[in-house]
């Protein structure tokens, strides 16, 4: 009888499948945050947490495992010496999926896939989400009063 194994296939076959959870990991220990498909942040979830997982032994075996799914020296490094330092104590969770909107050209479920001690806290003009209309607003009415004001 057929056995469902656990792990998403993605649309792609095996090696493809292998190489765009490695691109996402390595973008992930680089950048902190990125925006995926909700399916794809999910499985890379399942990778990095393994990864960081192991890089917490902070062994050279370690590093060299971490190697053969992570080619990316920059993304190594950053991962044995920010990453594991930030999350030494944290019994695993590292990871952190908010879910989006959908995607506009396709309607696609989309994600936020972001490690859980490196979020930022938003700007104050991010926080309301709305700008002073007159510095968006080239030809507006306060920036018009604002020019006659200061020439006159």
């Not at 009888?1 to 493809?16: F, I, N």
């Not at 050279?60 to 190594?76: G, L, S, T, Y």
């Not at 309607?107 to 968006?136: F, H, N, W």
């Not at 607003?137 to 020439?151: D, F, P, Q």
Request: net charge positive.
């Amino acid at each position: 009888m057929r056995k469902v194994k656990p792990a998403r296939k993605l649309g792609r076959t095996a090696a493809h499948r292998k190489a765009t959870l490695s691109n996402l990991s390595t973008q992930l220990l680089v950048y902190k945050r990125i925006e995926t498909t909700e399916a794809k942040a999910k499985e890379t979830r399942r990778v990095v947490e393994k990864i960081i997982t192991k890089a917490r032994k902070g062994t050279v075996h370690a590093q060299r495992e971490i190697f053969k799914d992570i080619r990316d020296k920059q993304a190594i490094r950053i991962l044995f010496e920010e990453i594991v330092a930030k999350v030494g104590t944290r019994q695993g969770g590292y990871t952190r999926v908010i879910k989006l909107a959908p995607r506009f050209g396709d309607a696609a479920k989309m994600a936020v896939i972001e490690l859980v001690d490196y979020q930022e806290a938003p700007s104050a003009s991010q926080k309301t989400g709305k700008q002073d209309r007159a510095k968006r607003v080239k030809g507006s009415k306060k920036t018009a009063e604002a020019a006659v004001s200061v020439a006159g």
